[in-house]
């Protein structure tokens, strides 16, 4: 159901949407039947004049039967749901795949900031690539993030990957993501950051190898240009720094 | 029947807790007595009150008032969402920084300004001495006080909108750093102003809730045992020690903030050793029980409602009960649902979800009660019943929508999005408004003698509850939709800008402005009633329950004798009776 308003394109995204579906089925079902039956007495004992209400106490065994067993159903959904959430939330935040690669993501007011391997395919070298509001990823590539934030809590949220992660300042949280088509979708801000929290857009780029080798050779100049103005380019942050940690 | 010795013994009790609070005012019995029947000057019975009943009233009109600031806030932001850029009637143009000041402080009002002291507060104040036959709180003075800090803590609220800088913008749950440090947040006094208005808030509660339990567990009538009590009280009670046992960590973060802000400590600051997931954790370690806080003295009253127009005993008494202290004790085991992916150790989530789906067990079995309650009954469909069985139909879909996000993984893609959103107030909606109109115009008649008028009463039944639904169902499919929280343009947002999710939003504006319209409806037929109703006598329900002994409206003191108790409340429809009903005061 959520795919037909966002496109599903991480490797675990199918995963979220089915046990969101699964819930669905679940919930759905108790929601309907308490509501149908709920309606139906409501209909079916509606006052008549000349016909008294029923003295039924629900202490008795066999009445209470009415409410403890759907009470027992309902603690047997709740089973499978919490094995599915488990499942589901291990898979995406605490089982990680090994990377083939590594970004950076820093989030600040009110921009976000990437990191990209260079060339060298490693994180934190000269040839760095580092972008504002724009992340280049290679298709069925296993990524592994580093998410930190420069100033207030930042929430990096990619709704095609179904991800979502809090960015803290003065923590560096691992995540990772795969993703499986190409195209280019929104990033979002989802923690409230401050007057600008809606200015915040960002922009996944999806590419294929060739797509992504040509933008790294596009920016290969940039990068080269930062190295030789500033040595210690690492530590340069692309706006205000604030903070400081 | 006379009960002197009862009278005297509950006098000399009372002044005994008053000397313990430091009050030594009272200081004989005797005087004591004379002050029930002395005529009290205009301050004395209607700005400085120490009655429950105008206590109660002090509560419920100003909670009502800033109910109409924070649906106005809801009137402004909505607009700007639906019509982005638009100059808004009787605003004008929302800025981002009004956007979220003016979401913060809607939530902040909803929930501190209007659930609590309308629901907790008014209902509590008005009902428990009634209920459980006594003639006041026990510490009337300390009940005065507590409205009088919720009076100025309203009134600071009011105040941070209008101060340089702006109201405080960084959302209800006032995370930091962003509410911590002025130059992220921008409204440097706005921001200390609304937590300074919120602590002030909390100890109001707090004095107003030592009252609660003691009235309830000290005052009861004689005969009037623990399982006789009517369900309302206890669920009044218990939210009260819900919110008594989990404020104090959220006022010990509540100081610590406010040193963060003003005097220069770092207990956020993570850039000087401190932790910005420290405040979520105080904050939610409240914040969850809070919702029970507000939840269970509205389904309180809906268990009073149901059982008076269903003509019916409240199923299985003790089940109810027993649920209600589940619910209370799970509830400050399931905070960390709210921090999922916050950043938290991730292990930690598969213990939050365990928890929070097994609350679902409990309040579904309660809401499974309540209908099977309606089972063999003789259900009139007055105005309070209307807005009672509306409060099961609706919280069930909050109910059923909390289990997509306590469920770690799926709350990965429906945290922070419209679909918490809709589902909370799927809950709070049936709380604070159902659960205020159906305990009010059920109580009416008692709070003031008169009668409202059925026909307008359910005009603006329907004018609340069916466009309700039209804004928050169109809310649960932008949330599906990837619609993130406070965000004041989606235009930005390419997914978002769709023109078929713009429609949406705009079809959630107008469900609002109709709403917002009805209202009139209600404060035009409680004016109307109040000046020309038709007279209500004691008991128009024929209900059971003790308030309705007491004249209409109930004077100071309540009861001419105070009233023996011979059975539990929710005798209806006993067979082999000539009358469908059987007050708990009646002999055998």
Redesign the interface.
């Known amino acids: 159901?959520?795919e037909h308003?966002?496109a599903a394109v991480s490797s675990y995204a199918r995963?979220?949407d089915q046990?969101?579906l699964l819930?669905?089925v679940?919930?759905?079902f108790?929601?309907l039947l308490?509501?149908v039956?709920?309606?139906w007495?409501?209909f079916r004992?509606?006052?008549?004049d000349g016909?008294?209400?029923?003295?039924?106490?629900?202490?008795e065994k066999h009445?209470?039967r009415?409410?403890?067993i759907?009470?027992l159903l309902?603690?047997v959904c709740?089973v499978f749901?919490?094995v599915?959430?488990?499942?589901?939330?291990y898979e995406?935040?605490?089982d990680l795949p090994p990377a083939d690669a590594t970004v950076r993501v820093i989030g600040q007011?009110w921009a976000w900031s990437f990191v990209h391997p260079g060339p060298d395919a490693e994180l934190d070298t000269a040839d760095d690539i580092r972008t504002v509001d724009e992340l280049h990823l290679e298709v069925d590539k296993t990524y592994h993030f580093k998410l930190t934030s420069r100033?207030?809590?930042h929430?990096f949220?990619v709704?095609?990957f179904?991800?979502?992660?809090?960015?803290?300042?003065?923590?560096e949280?691992t995540g990772w993501f795969k993703a499986e088509k190409t195209g280019s979708?929104?990033v979002?801000?989802?923690?409230?950051?401050?007057?600008?929290?809606?200015?915040m857009?960002g922009k996944l780029v999806v590419e294929t190898p060739a797509e992504h080798a040509a933008w790294m050779a596009g920016r290969a100049g940039v990068a080269l240009a930062r190295m030789l103005h500033e040595p210690s380019g690492l530590a340069a942050a692309p706006r205000r720094a604030a903070?400081?940690? | 029947m006379n009960h002197p010795g009862w009278r005297r013994r509950r006098a000399a009790q009372r002044e005994v807790s008053e000397d313990m609070a430091g009050n030594a005012a009272s200081a004989a019995a005797g005087a004591h007595e004379a002050h029930h029947h002395a005529e009290l000057s205009f301050w004395g019975k209607y700005i400085f009150p120490t009655d429950h009943k105008m206590i109660a009233m002090q509560y419920m009109f100003t909670g009502m008032a800033l109910a109409l600031v924070g649906g106005f806030m809801a009137y402004a932001f909505r607009m700007q969402l639906a019509f982005p850029g638009m100059e808004v009637p009787g605003y004008g143009l929302v800025s981002p920084r009004d956007y979220n000041a003016l979401i913060t402080n809607h939530g902040a009002i909803m929930i501190f300004w209007v659930a609590m002291p309308v629901l907790v507060a008014a209902f509590g104040n008005y009902l428990i001495p009634l209920m459980v036959g006594c003639d006041d709180m026990v510490f009337p003075k300390i009940n005065r006080l507590s409205y009088q800090i919720f009076f100025v803590s309203s009134i600071v609220l009011i105040i941070s909108f209008f101060v340089p800088g702006g109201g405080f913008g960084g959302a209800w749950t006032a995370y930091p750093p962003l509410s911590a440090v002025a130059k992220y947040s921008m409204t440097p006094l706005g921001s200390t102003l609304w937590l300074v208005a919120v602590a002030l808030e909390f100890v109001a509660f707090l004095l107003g809730g030592i009252n609660f339990v003691t009235t309830a567990m000290n005052s009861r009538a004689p005969g009037m045992n623990l399982y006789r009590v009517p369900i309302v009280v206890w669920f009044i009670v218990i939210a009260s020690i819900l919110f008594m046992a989990s404020v104090g960590p959220l006022i010990a973060g509540a100081i610590m903030l406010f040193m963060d802000q003003v005097v220069g400590t770092h207990f956020f600051d993570p850039a000087s050793g401190g932790d910005p997931i420290l405040w979520q954790h105080l904050f939610w370690f409240f914040g969850h029980p809070e919702v029970y806080v507000v939840l269970l003295p509205a389904i309180g009253i809906v268990a009073e409602i149901i059982t008076v127009f269903a003509r019916k005993k409240l199923f299985a008494y003790k089940i109810v009960l027993y649920t209600a202290f589940a619910t209370g004790i799970l509830s400050f085991t399931v905070w960390a649902h709210h921090q999922f992916i916050a950043g938290v150790d991730p292990r930690m989530a598969h213990i939050f979800t365990i928890t929070t789906l097994i609350i679902s067990v409990p309040i579904a079995e309660m809401l499974f009660v309540y209908i099977a309650t309606l089972y063999g009954g003789s259900i009139s469909l007055t105005t309070p019943m209307l807005w009672a069985l509306a409060f099961i139909a609706e919280f069930l879909i909050g109910g059923v929508t909390g289990i997509f996000l306590g469920a770690s993984g799926a709350d990965i893609y429906f945290h922070d999005t419209y679909f918490v959103l809709a589902h909370f107030h799927y809950t709070f909606f049936p709380i604070a408004i159902i659960g205020t109109f159906a305990g009010f115009t059920f109580w009416f008649p008692k709070m003031f003698g008169k009668h409202m008028n059925e026909t307008l009463g359910k005009i603006h039944f329907w004018g609340t509850i069916i466009p309700f639904n039209f804004i928050f169902i169109p809310l649960f499919i932008l949330g599906v939709a990837g619609d993130h929280r406070r965000i004041y343009n989606y235009m930005h947002f390419p997914e978002l800008a769709r023109p078929e999710l713009q429609n949406l939003r705009v079809l959630a504006t107008v469900a609002l402005l109709v709403m917002l319209a009805f209202q009139f409806v209600f404060f035009y037929n409680l004016i109307v009633s109040l000046w020309k109703g038709r007279q209500a006598e004691k008991n128009p329900w024929k209900a059971n329950t003790l308030e309705w002994t007491a004249p209409s409206p109930p004077p100071h003191g309540n009861f001419a004798e105070l009233p023996q108790v011979y059975r539990g409340p929710y005798e209806y429809s006993v067979p082999g009776r000539g009358e469908d009903y059987w007050p708990q005061n009646v002999p055998s």
Not at chain 1, 84 to 89: D, K, L, N, Q, S
Not at chain 1, 162 to 171: E, H, V
């Open positions: 159901m959520i308003y966002v995963d979220i046990l969101i819930i669905g679940f919930v759905g108790w929601f308490s509501e039956v709920f309606f007495l409501i004992y509606r006052r008549r016909r008294a209400a029923q003295y039924v106490t629900g202490e009445e209470k009415w409410v403890t759907p009470h309902v603690l709740d749901i919490i599915g959430a488990v499942r589901v939330w995406v935040k605490q007011q100033d207030v809590l929430s949220s709704p095609v179904r991800l979502k992660q809090d960015a803290i300042p003065g923590r949280i979708f929104d979002q801000c989802a923690e409230i950051c401050g007057i600008g929290h809606a200015l857009p903070g400081g940690f």
